[in-house]
T-cell receptor, first 115, second 107 residues
Framework: DGGITQSPKYLFRKEGQNVTLSCEQN?????MYWYRQDPGQGLRLIYY???????QKGDIAEGYSVSREKKESFPLTVTSAQKNPTAFYLC??????????????FGQGTRLTVV | RKEVEQDPGPFNVPEGATVAFNCTYS??????FFWYRQDCRKEPKLLMS???SGNEDGRFTAQLNRASQYISLLIRDSKLSDSATYLC????????FGQGTTLQVKP
């Protein structure tokens, strides 16, 4: 059963702690993305990766870090430098080819709350 | 100017109505566009791709106007279950989302 899996679904973090959100896909997609969504707002791009061992900053990368050591995995670390980390985090993946990306598929998201 | 812009709404329409959303994009070289639907507190799900020739899927029709740099989504015979936020997406190396347009279909 192919798909994209995020874990955990809910996460609570104390201020000042780093936390890593997991994103795994078995769709054999080249490209993977991390978005942040705040209540009533659209999706803002944090980081994206078009290929293994390569990734680019999105619009709001400060306070976040990623790695892409395997094609199927794209974990996101929310560091203590992120001033307002409470949000809904969405991971997505898509096929990449010929300079364009096909439609993306999303995981179910992780709701991070800083307490 | 945002790369992808949508009217956030909300659009409040009665059941059975026809409603249309537009989305403008700034990069004239962009080639791939999509409409996603997002229900409250859920992940976005692909509604339909947008092709230059237009694309129809049941009650939904998507159009691309390259000259004016906008895409549109038309929903005919609105159902209560169509109530959601509709996200316009431009895909060019990365996926760029609009803010979303909220639709509320009333009985």
């Amino acid at each position: 059963d192919g798909g994209i899996t995020q874990s955990p679904k809910y996460l609570f973090r104390k201020e000042g702690q780093n936390v890593t959100l997991s994103c795994e896909q078995n769709l054999n997609h080249d490209a993977m993305y991390w978005y942040r969504q705040d209540p009533g707002q659209g999706l803002r791009l944090i980081y994206y990766s078009q290929i293994v061992n390569d990734f680019q900053k999105g619009d709001i990368a400060e306070g976040y870090s990623v790695s892409r050591e395997k094609k199927e995995s794209f974990p996101l670390t929310v560091t203590s430098a992120q001033k307002n980390p409470t949000a809904f985090y969405l991971c997505a993946s898509s096929i990449r080819g010929q300079g364009r990306n096909t439609e993306a598929f999303f995981g179910q998201g992780t709701r991070l709350t800083v307490v | 100017r945002k790369e992808v812009e949508q009217d956030p709404g909300p659009f409040n329409v009665p059941e059975g109505a026809t409603v249309a959303f537009n989305c403008t994009y700034s990069n004239s070289a962009s080639q791939s566009f999509f409409w996603y639907r997002q229900d409250c507190r859920k992940e976005p799900k692909l509604l339909m791709s947008v092709y230059s020739s237009g694309n129809e899927d049941g009650r939904f029709t998507a159009q691309l106007n390259r000259a004016s740099q906008y895409i549109s989504l038309l929903i005919r015979d609105s159902k209560l279950s169509d109530s959601a936020t509709y996200l316009c997406v431009e895909a060019r190396g990365k996926l760029i989302f609009g803010q979303g347009t909220t639709l509320q279909v009333k009985p």
